[in-house]
C-alpha cells in the first residue's frame, strides 16, 4: 500500500512541477470544457489573465448565483480562476478566500491580483490566496460558522482524508450556508489496487468518491439531503489508462448541500409552495435549485419540507416566496429518495427527486 504521506507529496508535486498548463494532463478527466459554463461566467472568464486560464483544472462550474456581499472559500484554488469570477460576483462588498497546499500554483495567482482588482475595478482586494490543507482549515484560519458559501472544483477527489475535509467545511460554513462544488464521483468503489497509483490518483480518477459512499458520509456528518445540479459521464481520452479503470463508470457531478438543522432524510409534505421572485440578476426568468426543480418566474411550485427550507432558511430567502409551514404534515412528499430510482444520464441524488 502507498503511504498517504507520499500520496499527498506526490499531488504537491504533480500540480506544482509536472502539470504546469491543461495540457500536461495525461486524461481529460480534469479539462474544464467552456461550453458549460453559463454567458454571464464566461463574459467574466475573459476579463482573467491567460495565464491563470492556461492553469484551471476543474471538470465543472461550482460557482452558484446571488453570492453577491458573500464571503466566499475556494478549496484547492490553484492558480485562482474560480477566485477571481467569484470575486467579480461577489462585488466589491463581498470576500473571497482562495486555499491550496501548492505553492507553485498560489505564486500564480497572487502575482495577478492587483491586476485582477484593477480590471474590475475594485479600490481594494476582496480576495487572499492562503496556503493549507482542505482537511485543515483552522490552519489557514478558517473560523468556525464564518463563511456563506464553499465552492470546489475537482479537488476533494484528491483528499486522503475526506470525512475530514467535509466535516471541515461544514465547521466553517455559516448556518444556512452551502456547500457547491464539482467533483469526479463514480456509480462503483474504486478498486484498491487502483488507488496506489499515483498517476490516477493526480489525474482525479483513483481518489473519485462513489456516490452511495458520499451519501452516507453526508448523512453522517449531519446533512440528510443534497441536491445534485448536473451530472455528465467522464471519457477518459487515453487509452492506456481507460484499459486500466474501464470497470468503473466515472461521472462530473455538480452537487449543493446546505448547512441546516431542519432537513429530514425523505422527501415529506407539509403543504408548502414557493413562488421565485426573479430577483437574481443573472436568472430572472428562471432559477435552478437543482437538477429536477426549477422555479419559472412568478409560478407557485409545491415543494417538499426539505425544499423549503433550502428557499427559506439560506441567502435564497430574499428571492422566494414559501407560504405554508409544518405545522401540518400530510404525509411523504410525492417523490421517492433519488437514489433508490434508476439512474438516467443528466440525474443524480440526493433527498428529494
Do not use: W
Given at each position: ?7 499527498s507529496?506526490?499531488v504537491?508535486s504533480?500540480?506544482?512541477?509536472v ?8 486524461t481529460s478527466?480534469?479539462?474544464c470544457d467552456?461550453?458549460t459554463?453559463s454567458p ?5 472568464e475573459?476579463k482573467?489573465?491567460d495565464e491563470i486560464?492556461?492553469r ?6 461550482p460557482?452558484?448565483p ?5 464571503v466566499?472559500?475556494?478549496?484547492g484554488c490553484?492558480a485562482?480562476r474560480?477566485?477571481?469570477i ?9 470576500f473571497v478566500?482562495?486555499?491550496d ?6 505564486e500564480v495567482a ?6 485582477q482588482m484593477?480590471r474590475?475595478?475594485y479600490?481594494r482586494?476582496n480576495?487572499?490566496f492562503r496556503?493549507?490543507n ?13 463563511v456563506d458559501?464553499?465552492i470546489s472544483n475537482?479537488?476533494?477527489n484528491?483528499s ?7 466535516s471541515?467545511?461544514f465547521?466553517i460554513?455559516?448556518p444556512?450556508g452551502?456547500l457547491?462544488?464539482s467533483d469526479v464521483?463514480?456509480?462503483?468503489r474504486v ?10 490518483h493526480?489525474?482525479?480518477l483513483s ?14 456528518l449531519g446533512?440528510p ?7 455528465r459521464?467522464i471519457t ?6 481507460e ?9 462530473s457531478m455538480?452537487i ?5 438543522d ?7 409534505d407539509?403543504?408548502?409552495v414557493?413562488v421565485?421572485k426573479g430577483?437574481?440578476?443573472?436568472c430572472?426568468h ?14 407557485p ?5 426539505n425544499?423549503a427550507s ?6 435564497l430567502?430574499?428571492?422566494f ?7 401540518v ?8 429518495p433519488?437514489?433508490?430510482?434508476p439512474?438516467r ?5 440526493g433527498a428529494c427527486?
Open positions: 500500500m502507498t503511504d498517504n504521506s507520499d500520496k507529496g506526490f504537491k504533480y500540480y506544482g512541477k502539470v504546469r498548463s491543461t495540457q500536461d494532463l495525461k478527466t480534469c479539462k467552456d461550453s459554463l454571464y461566467i464566461r463574459a467574466i475573459k482573467i489573465d486560464l492556461t484551471v483544472y476543474g471538470c465543472g462550474s460557482i452558484p446571488a453570492i453577491e456581499g458573500c466566499v472559500l475556494d478549496l490553484g485562482g474560480d477566485v477571481y467569484a470575486s467579480h460576483l461577489a462585488g466589491p462588498e463581498g478566500i482562495g486555499v497546499m501548492t505553492l507553485e500554483q498560489l497572487g502575482r495577478h491580483l492587483d491586476k484593477k474590475f475595478g479600490s482586494p480576495v487572499e496556503h493549507g482542505i482537511e485543515d482549515l483552522k490552519e489557514a484560519g478558517i473560523d468556525d460558522n464564518s458559501v464553499v475537482c479537488v476533494i484528491l486522503l482524508s475526506k470525512e475530514r475535509a467535509f471541515e467545511i465547521r460554513l455559516k444556512g452551502e457547491y462544488f464521483f463514480t456509480g462503483r478498486p484498491d489496487y487502483l488507488k496506489d497509483d499515483p498517476v490516477l493526480g489525474e482525479c481518489g473519485a468518491m462513489y456516490t452511495g459512499d458520499f451519501r452516507r458520509m453526508l448523512r453522517g446533512c439531503d443534497f441536491r445534485v445540479i448536473s451530472k459521464r477518459i481520452d487515453n487509452p492506456e489508462i484499459a486500466r479503470t474501464g470497470m468503473v463508470d466515472f461521472y455538480t449543493r448541500a446546505f448547512k441546516l431542519s432537513l429530514e432524510d425523505v422527501c415529506e407539509y403543504g408548502q414557493a421565485y430577483s437574481i440578476t443573472t430572472s428562471s432559477f435552478e435549485l437543482d437538477d429536477h426543480h426549477i422555479f419559472m418566474t412568478g409560478k411550485v409545491p415543494v417538499c419540507g425544499t433550502m428557499l427559506q432558511e439560506t441567502r430567502a430574499r428571492h416566496k414559501v407560504t405554508g409551514d409544518r405545522s404534515h400530510y404525509g411523504p412528499f410525492d417523490c421517492a433519488a437514489f433508490t430510482k439512474e444520464e443528466g440525474k443524480g441524488g427527486c
